[in-house]
C-alpha cells in the first residue's frame, strides 16, 4: 500500500512544530500548566512523576528567561504563567518578575520529582496542589505535546487517547513509507504544500544567527566561526552555524525553534545546513522547500521506528536528514541518498544521548561533519558503503538494524547513564 502525498503531509506536520526552550522541560511545564488550569488557582506545590528519559534530558538544559537548568524551575515556570493553548512554545512572553518568582518557588522546595518506573520513555504526570487542599493532574505521554489525561481531587476529568491517521506495525513502520516514496514525494508534491517549513527555516537560522553574536554555552559555534578558513569552508560554516543555534538553545534563548520528531536541537541541525548549501548553492526557493521536506522526512521515518526518547542521541537521525537534504539540492539520485544514509550509520552510530545540555553543541558538529562527508563520498566521489556491520543492502534493513540498537542493545546503556545521572 502506498503512502499518499496527503499522509505524508499529515505526518510531516505532526512531527514537527514551534517550541520556546528544550522540549523536555517545556513539555513538563505544559503539564503543569494544564494541571495548574484543571485546579482553577495558583497551586502552592507541584509534584512531578517522570520517566527516565525526561530526567535525563531536561536536568541539564537552560530554562527560557532565567539562568537556571533543570525541572524544578520548568515545573514552577508553569505554576506561575503559561496557557496549554500554546503548546511547546507554553512560556512565551515570560516576564522577568514570573521567572524570578518562578526561581524561588523552586528553591522554597516547591517541587518534588520522582522517577517513575515502567512508563513509556516520553511520560510526564504533574500534580498540583492548592492552598486550600485540592489537587489537579495532568498527564504528557509518547509525545512532547500529548496531554492524554487530566483529574480534579483524584476525578478523570479528561481523558484522550490518540490514534495516528496512519498505519504502523509493532515496530513502528508506518505501511507504504520509504526513503524511496519520500524521495519521490519530494520531487513531485505541490510545492505550495510545504509552505509551513519557511517559518521554520526562518526561526532556525534566527536563532543560530543569534549564537554567533552572543556568549551561550560553550560558545562552540563562535569558536569555530572564528576559525572557518575562508567563505567557500561550506562544512565549516554549516558546523559552526548549527553548533551556534544549540549553544543558545540549550542556554536558554527566548528565540523559538521549529523541532523535528520533538526536538529543536534536532530541527536547527536539519534546516540550517540545508539552507546554508542553498544560499551557496543559489537555489530557488523552491528547490529549498523541496529539500527541506525531505530533509524533515528521513529522520522522521527513522524515529517513528526508534521512538522520541532514547539511548541514541538524535543527532544522527538529524544528521542524516540534513546529509540527505544537501545531496537533494546537488541533484543526488536515489541510489546516491540511499547510499548516504548508510555511510552515516556506518559512522556516528554508536552516539548515546546523555541529556540535553550545552555540549550537544558538540555532538551536533560532529554529525554536521559526518553528513557533509557522506554527500561528499556518495554523491561527489562515488563511494559505497559496504556491506559490513549493522550494515545491509537494502537502506530500510540498515535502519531497521539502527533501530534495533537504539531500542534493545543501547536500553542498558540507558539505564546506565540515567543511574549516573541521578546519583550524582
Known amino acids: 500500500m502506498e503512502l499518499s502525498d496527503e499522509s505524508i503531509l499529515e505526518i510531516l506536520h505532526a512531527d514537527t512544530g514551534m517550541a520556546l526552550g528544550c522540549t523536555e522541560p517545556i513539555a513538563v511545564a505544559l ?15 507541584v509534584h ?25 524551575v520548568a515545573a514552577a515556570m508553569g505554576c506561575l504563567t503559561g496557557s496549554s493553548d500554546r503548546a511547546l512554545e507554553v512560556l512565551e512572553g515570560v516576564t522577568a518578575e514570573v521567572a ?10 516547591g517541587v518534588d520529582i520522582s522517577i517513575a518506573e515502567e512508563v513509556d520513555k ?12 485540592h489537587t489537579a493532574s495532568a498527564t504528557v505521554e509518547k509525545h512532547h505535546t500529548g496531554i492524554t489525561r487530566a483529574t480534579r481531587d483524584g476525578e478523570v476529568v479528561w481523558e484522550k487517547a490518540e490514534a495516528p491517521a496512519y498505519r504502523q506495525d509493532e515496530q513502528g513502520n508506518i505501511e507504504g513509507m520509504s526513503v524511496a516514496r519520500l524521495y519521490e ?26 549564537g554567533l553574536k552572543k556568549r551561550y554555552g560553550y560558545c562552540l559555534g563562535k569558536i569555530l566561526s572564528a576559525k572557518s578558513s575562508s567563505d567557500s569552508d561550506l562544512m565549516r560554516r554549516s558546523m559552526a552555524k548549527v553548533a551556534a543555534g544549540i549553544d543558545a538553545r540549550m ?3 527566548m528565540l523559538p525553534v521549529m523541532t523535528n520528531s520533538g526536538s529543536g536541537n534536532q530541527g536547527i541541525t536539519i534546516y540550517v545546513p540545508v539552507i546554508e548549501a542553498a544560499l551557496a548553492a543559489g537555489a530557488d526557493t523552491e528547490l529549498l522547500l523541496r529539500a527541506l521536506a525531505f530533509a524533515n522526512l528521513i529522520p522522521i521515518h527513522i524515529k517513528h521506528r526508534i521512538g522520541p526518547l532514547s539511548a541514541l542521541c538524535g543527532i544522527v537521525p538529524a544528521s542524516i536528514g540534513a546529509a540527505c537534504g544537501i545531496a537533494f539540492l546537488r541533484g543526488a539520485t536515489l541510489e546516491q541518498i540511499e547510499n548516504v544514509i548508510q555511510l552515516i550509520i556506518a559512522n556516528i552510530s554508536g552516539l548515546f544521548c546523555d541529556g540535553a545540555k550545552a555540549s550537544c553543541s558538540m555532538k551536533a558538529s560532529v554529525g554536521i561533519a559526518a553528513a557533509y562527508e557522506a554527500v561528499y563520498m556518495a554523491v561527489e566521489g562515488g563511494e559505497k558503503a559496504q556491506c ?5 543492502p537494502d537502506v530500510e534493513h540498515s535502519i531497521g538494524n539502527l533501530s534495533r ?9 540507558d539505564r546506565e547513564i540515567i543511574d549516573i545521572m541521578t546519583c550524582k
Request: proline share 2%.
Open 31 to 45: 503539564a503543569v500548566v494544564k494541571a495548574r488550569e484543571i485546579l482553577g488557582k495558583t497551586p502552592v506545590h
Open 48 to 72: 512531578l512523576r517522570v520517566s527516565g528519559n525526561i530526567y535525563k534530558n531536561a536536568r541539564g538544559v537552560g530554562i527560557p528567561g532565567t539562568d537556571q537548568r533543570g525541572l524544578e
Open 100 to 109: 524570578s518568582r518562578a526561581v524561588d518557588f523552586a528553591a522554597q522546595g
Open 122 to 133: 516520553l511520560f510526564i504526570e504533574a500534580t498540583v496542589r492548592s492552598d486550600d487542599g
Open 185 to 210: 514525494f519530494a520531487r513531485s508534491v505541490d510545492v505550495e504544500r510545504l509552505s509551513d517549513l519557511v517559518r521554520g527555516a526562518e526561526a532556525n537560522w534566527r536563532i543560530a544567527d543569534a
Open 251 to 253: 542556554s536558554g534563548s
Open 388 to 392: 559490513e556491520g549493522i550494515l545491509d
Open 405 to 413: 540498537i537504539a531500542i534493545s542493545a543501547m536500553d542498558s546503556t
